[in-house]
């Protein structure tokens, strides 16, 4: 069930517009702690994703193989690839920062959105970017696992234009949606991607969109 936004609270969103919709890695590296993006074994490299452009969506190919190269770690240090967190029928990436109003609303409604796709087989996995590792550890504290990458690595080959940015990838690595953190197309997208008829999967968390 969509929400509807008391006007203060909407208002508040819209003077962070410009700063959410904006590329993050427009902002200044990290400093407080090692730069942690994914390893010289990368295969694609930032170059694929700035020929995308803003709203060109990923590829099966570039998506799967960078499954596989970005490593980032966790809130307690373990290092894995992306992949290490896919379920049985897909993931969900959501790409957030903990500044952006919009981004924090995701990262409040990802328990709920994670709970109800498990039940289908799909995990969700939370990927902060550009900020710093003391940020990151001292904001999060949710049942849906949290990477981090204080450089600019991952939103530079993910083509993170801004946050949050949500990506559904079924068990192959295909792209099944690839946008803002509007739950209703999230939910259309994980039936059509599991051949599943209208109405299976329920996501009442309140819409989103990136900023």
């Given at each position: 069930?969509?929400?509807?936004?008391?006007?203060?609270?909407?208002?508040?969103?819209?003077?962070?517009?410009?700063?959410?919709?904006?590329?993050?890695?427009?902002?200044?590296?990290?400093?407080?702690?090692?730069?942690?993006?994914?390893?010289?074994?990368?295969?694609?490299?930032?170059?694929?994703?700035?020929?995308?452009?803003?709203?060109?969506?990923?590829?099966?190919?570039?998506?799967?193989?960078?499954?596989?190269?970005?490593?980032?770690?966790?809130?307690?240090?373990a290092v894995k690839?992306?992949?290490?967190?896919?379920?049985?029928?897909?993931?969900?990436?959501?790409?957030?920062?903990?500044?952006?109003?919009?981004?924090?609303?995701?990262?409040?409604?990802?328990?709920?959105?994670?709970?109800?796709?498990?039940?289908?087989?799909?995990?969700?996995?939370?990927?902060?970017?550009?900020?710093?590792?003391?940020?990151?550890?001292?904001?999060?504290?949710?049942?849906?696992?949290?990477?981090?990458?204080?450089?600019?690595?991952?939103?530079?080959?993910?083509?993170?234009?801004?946050?949050?940015?949500?990506?559904?990838?079924?068990?192959?690595?295909?792209?099944?949606?690839?946008?803002?953190?509007?739950?209703?197309?999230?939910?259309?997208?994980?039936?059509?991607?599991?051949?599943l008829t209208a109405?299976?999967?329920?996501?009442?968390?309140?819409?989103?969109?990136?900023?």
């Open positions: 069930m969509k929400k509807t936004l008391p006007a203060a609270v909407m208002t508040a969103f819209l003077l962070f517009l410009a700063a959410c919709g904006s590329k993050p890695s427009s902002a200044a590296p990290a400093t407080d702690g090692p730069a942690t993006s994914f390893g010289k074994d990368n295969k694609l490299g930032g170059q694929a994703a700035k020929g995308r452009g803003r709203d060109a969506p990923m590829t099966g190919a570039d998506a799967a193989t960078l499954l596989t190269t970005t490593k980032l770690p966790d809130l307690f240090g690839p992306l992949a290490g967190y896919k379920g049985k029928s897909g993931i969900l990436l959501a790409f957030v920062d903990t500044k952006c109003p919009f981004s924090n609303v995701a990262i409040r409604e990802m328990p709920e959105v994670a709970s109800v796709l498990e039940k289908h087989g799909i995990a969700s996995l939370l990927v902060n970017i550009g900020e710093t590792e003391a940020a990151v550890k001292r904001t999060y504290a949710t049942d849906v696992p949290v990477v981090y990458d204080t450089g600019k690595v991952t939103q530079e080959c993910w083509n993170v234009q801004a946050v949050p940015t949500v990506i559904l990838l079924d068990s192959a690595g295909a792209v099944a949606y690839q946008g803002g953190a509007a739950w209703a197309g999230v939910s259309a997208a994980a039936e059509k991607m599991l051949d109405g299976s999967v329920v996501l009442e968390a309140q819409s989103t969109t990136q900023g």
